[in-house]
T-cell receptor, first 113, second 115 residues
Framework: AQSVTQLGSHVSVSEGALVLLRCNYS??????LFWYVQYPNQGLQLLLKYTTGATLVKGINGFEAEFKKSETSFHLTKPSAHMSDAAEYFC???????????FGAGTTVTVRA | GAVVSQHPSWVICKSGTSVKIECRSLDFQATTMFWYRQFPKQSLMLMATSNEGSKATYEQGVEKDKFLINHASLTLSTLTVTSAHPEDSSFYIC???????????FGPGTRLTVL
């Protein structure tokens, strides 16, 4: 069984500041890892994913995440927050063999002017 | 590319009636479609997985006779909530994957309110 923990249900950052969203997973084997963003009244949009290869993954809108197997983590960062980054962010994992996603509880990001 | 639509975007129905929600992949062939349920301020919970032409696989605790899923073509899956009750009120979201099996593309969701 897999589970995903997102530390912090709500993160508030100033415009231009670093955005750091934490995600830890539990799994018997390293899973596939994903970050999705959900804007109000919209569907989930894939930000980035890790399946194999380089552990530092770059995604859309300036976001990146690093897979750290020893820490079972996949934290999401963005060096400089924009007002448009205000949204709900979900970390998700899936086994390699069936692609079923298990989601974390989500983190709401607000950006202060 | 990789657009998934859902219809309707919201629906209100009376208790005891059935509601059908459509999920379409607009610009790719979806070999697998997933249905999720999202409660307010909570995460998405996988309800079922469907492959084109096959019976859906339901997650533990999901009543297959209540939530009927049909995946009749490579671009369309439907979720029918039968004999809906107020506790079925929720946000239902579908996703689809194609050649890249490890990537799901999500629809905008359907908000169901059962009175």
């Amino acid at each position: 069984a897999q589970s995903v923990t997102q530390l912090g249900s709500h993160v508030s950052v100033s415009e231009g500041a670093l955005v750091l969203l934490r995600c830890n997973y539990s799994s018997s084997v390293p899973p596939y890892l994903f970050w999705y963003v959900q804007y109000p009244n919209q569907g989930l949009q894939l930000l980035l994913k890790y399946t194999t290869g380089a552990t530092l993954v770059k995604g859309i809108n300036g976001f990146e995440a690093e897979f750290k197997k020893s820490e079972t983590s996949f934290h999401l960062t963005k060096p400089s927050a924009h007002m448009s980054d205000a949204a709900e962010y979900f970390c998700a994992v899936s086994p390699e063999d069936d692609y079923k996603l298990s989601f974390g509880a989500g983190t709401t990001v607000t950006v202060r002017a | 590319g990789a657009v998934v639509s859902q219809h309707p975007s919201w629906v209100i129905c009376k208790s005891g009636t059935s509601v059908k929600i459509e999920c379409r992949s607009l610009d790719f062939q979806a070999t697998t479609m997933f249905w999720y349920r999202q409660f307010p301020k909570q995460s998405l919970m996988l309800m079922a997985t469907s492959n084109e032409g096959s019976k859906a696989t339901y997650e533990q605790g999901v009543e297959k006779d209540k939530f009927l899923i049909n995946h009749a073509s490579l671009t369309l899956s439907t979720l029918t909530v039968t004999s809906a009750h107020p506790e079925d009120s929720s946000f239902y979201i579908c996703s689809a994957s194609g050649l890249l099996k490890d990537t799901q593309y999500f629809g905008p969701g359907t908000r169901l309110t059962v009175l």
